[in-house]
């Protein structure tokens, strides 16, 4: 029995070398498996939305899921639960982020915030870059509901801000209608990094600036090792128990990818010591 696709063609060729009734059942069951498998292909490769990062033939060039994002919803909801007041980490990733808008002269009077460290952002934005109309936007209310709560509790006059509850893989933002847009510590984790760096690219005005800050990949090494180990004695095999994290060297790929002129990357190393491994960091 051959079988055989020939090109530009939707159909599959079955040819059956012995005709007897074996081989005349075996050909109906694989027919049948191969059109069910026709049918159901293009429904659940075909990717729908505004934005996309295809490779010009229809389908996603990214196209199995990594996150649950209803699932990571929930997470930040918990997130917002727990989360204490002025971590040292999610601060000194953000304060080394906002420093780089005292090195921009230009004045970004429209900016967008991005979710991950809402708070920290807001906190820690201290007058930088001239901004005038503030952003905040996370994929949980809970996220943004904290972020609104301190705003009321210590609020900045200055700056107009507003709060959404908006994903990051299809951003409700408007094009061109940004001078700025921030991320710190919340793209790692879409799907389709690639395309939540286009959208926030189609978002800016022409010569306006992008600012993110994402887990690398040598992030949490050891507890990547551990876990091997520890599932390759007592299981036989691995499986991935730490999501998986974008190299400095694609770094600058995909921000060229996303349209972006004049990308920099640079690498930060934070080492944070737990006293246990359900325990505060020490320095807490």
């Known amino acids: 029995m051959l079988i055989s696709r020939p090109p530009k063609s939707g159909l599959w ?11 005349k059942l075996k050909m ?6 191969l059109c069910r498998r026709r049918v159901q292909e293009p429904f659940s490769r075909f990717f729908y939305g505004s934005f996309s990062t295809d490779n010009g033939d229809g389908f996603q060039s990214s196209r199995v899921k990594i996150f649950d994002r209803h699932l990571k919803r929930k997470q930040r909801d918990r997130a917002a639960w727990l989360a204490c007041p002025k971590d040292p980490l999610v601060d000194t990733v953000a304060e080394n982020l906002l420093d780089r808008l005292e090195d ?6 429209t900016a967008l915030c991005l979710g991950g460290s809402l708070e920290a952002i807001r906190r820690l934005l ?13 994929t949980s209310y809970d996220m943004v509901k904290l972020c609104r709560d301190a705003e009321q509790d210590v ?14 893989e299809f951003l409700p933002i408007k094009e061109s209608s940004l001078d700025l847009v921030i991320s710190c510590l919340g793209l790692h984790w879409t799907n389709d990094l690639p395309g939540a760096m286009i959208q926030c690219r189609l978002a800016l005005k022409p010569d306006c600036l992008f600012l993110a ?12 090792i551990a876990c091997t180990v520890a599932q390759m004695e007592r299981e036989g095999g691995i499986s991935p128990r730490v999501s998986p994290l974008a190299q400095v060297r694609d770094a600058g790929n ?7 002129t004049l990308p920099s990357v640079d690498v930060d190393e934070y080492t ?7 325990g505060p960091s020490m320095s807490d």
């Open 13 to 23: 060729i079955v040819e059956d070398s012995k005709p007897d009734p074996i081989n």
């Open 28 to 33: 109906r069951a694989l027919v049948a498996t």
């Open 104 to 109: 921009c002269k230009k004045a970004f009077p």
């Open 126 to 138: 201290r007058g930088r870059g001239a901004i005038e109309k503030l952003i905040m936007m996370d």
């Open 155 to 168: 609020p900045n006059e200055s700056i107009e801000t507003s709060f959404v509850v908006g994903d990051e």
């Open 213 to 224: 800050a994402i887990l690398g990949g040598e992030t949490l090494k050891e507890l990547r």
């Open 254 to 260: 995909l921000l060229t990818r996303a349209g972006f």
């Open 272 to 278: 944070v010591k737990y006293r246990s491994v359900a």
